[in-house]
Nanobody
Framework: QVQLVESGGGLVQAGGSLRLSCAAS????????MGWFRQAPGKEREFVVS????????LYADSVKGRFTISRDNAKSTVDLGMNSLKPEDTAVYYC?????????????????WGQGTQVTVSS
């Protein structure tokens, strides 16, 4: 288990940008893959993007491909989610997650560490 804390959520107008950050505490992430998920009211938690920490290989959901970018900082044990060209349908609580599975995965059940979530609201 790794402690995860998200930050950077907020209110933004459609077409705008936000950058979310996820800080991992107390552990090296070399043996982990990291992911971002989101959940809108009344909907299932949805995969956004994952990254294999060591290799830096990424996997994006089609809905965010070309607009969102995941990045990592090995020294800080931080993973960021850059979000551009935001749409109202991107509105959700965004969660950072970690799995000791080395390969990136979109399966939320493979993640065993989760942050508390940060709200992203995109107005029209």
């Amino acid at each position: 288990q790794v402690q995860l804390v998200e930050s950077g959520g907020g209110l933004v107008q459609a077409g705008g940008s936000l950058r979310l950050s996820c800080a991992a505490s107390g552990r090296s992430l070399n043996d982990y893959s990291m992911g971002w998920f989101r959940q809108a009211p009344g909907k299932e938690r949805e995969f956004v993007v994952s990254i294999s920490w060591s290799a830096g290989i990424t996997l994006y959901a089609d809905s965010v491909k070309g607009r969102f970018t995941i990045s990592r900082d090995n020294a800080k044990s931080t993973v960021d989610l850059g979000m551009n060209s935001l749409k109202p349908e991107d509105t959700a609580v965004y969660y950072c997650a970690a799995t000791r599975t080395r390969r990136m995965t979109s399966n939320r059940y493979e993640y065993d560490s989760w942050g508390q979530g940060t709200q992203v609201t995109v107005s029209s």
